[in-house]
């Protein structure tokens, strides 16, 4: 089943003379449980891309379906609510509420959306990740990596249509990033849960079902 699709999708800066395609008519699908790498040089375009299918940012022309919604129909209060339930992120620094225990980042989601926790789902997520006995420490209790299973906790507690993950292990060191590397393939298969992952790391990269490279804002290459 088609999860995520995208048209022609084209994200322009400047005007004029001046301006420059970003992202320069990129058209991708992927589908439920899939696990796809998106890797390229600095300036490819492929964190632009990212900030898009997350709904962070609009694409200045094209088309992103989600799970059969076409995010370009929503206005700015609808897409916030879309994004918090049916997108997770999963960014390099983390991003986690010092004040609040890891158990109350990764249910933050879903208290901001006025939902229940399905406490098995949480329970769940808690010992795939390997954090059950962390959950209430704060979160300067913890190694870099142990808070990039929070983060990664947080994104799935939704149970998003995808889950976007933007070099999720650019911030740790080389035990710790095979260790995220290895748990973000481990919910994809447990879960079932579709990851776009972003590195430029060729070697992390191969982790995927598919990678695809982007060069000056086009899809050049897929593998």
């Known amino acids: 089943m088609e999860i995520l699709k995208t048209e022609n999708l ?10 420059f ?5 990129i058209s ?14 600095s ?5 632009t891309l990212m900030h898009m299918l997350g709904g962070v940012d609009r694409p200045t022309s094209g088309k992103i379906t989600i799970d059969g ?11 916030a609510i879309f994004r918090r339930r049916q997108i997770g992120i999963v960014y390099q620094f983390y991003n986690l509420i010092p004040i609040l225990t890891v158990e109350e980042n990764i249910t933050l989601p879903l208290d901001l959306d006025g939902k229940a926790v399905d406490n098995e789902r949480l329970e769940s997520i808690l010992d795939t ?15 870099g990596g142990q808070q990039q299973r929070v983060s990664i906790a947080r994104a799935l507690i939704s149970d998003p249509a995808i889950l976007l993950a933007d070099e ?3 911030n740790l060191d080389s035990r710790a990033t095979e260790d995220i590397v290895s748990l ?40």
């Open 28 to 41: 991708l699908s992927v589908e439920k449980g899939e696990f796809i790498s998106i890797v390229g040089a």
């Open 184 to 223: 973000l393939k481990m919910t994809n298969k447990k879960f079932n849960q579709t990851i776009i992952m972003i590195t430029h790391n060729l070697e992390i990269a191969k982790v995927a079902d598919r990678i695809l490279t982007v060069s000056d804002g086009k899809l050049v290459e897929e593998v």
């Open 21 to 25: 395609n970003a992202v320069d008519g």
């Open 10 to 19: 084209v994200k322009t800066y400047g005007q004029g003379d001046n301006s």
């Open 69 to 79: 919604t076409e995010l370009s129909e929503m206005n700015n209060d609808k897409l």
């Open 168 to 170: 999720p292990t650019g």
């Open 43 to 47: 300036g490819s375009g492929k964190s």
């Open 129 to 143: 990740l390997g954090i059950k006995e962390k959950r209430h420490n704060l979160p300067n209790e913890l190694s």
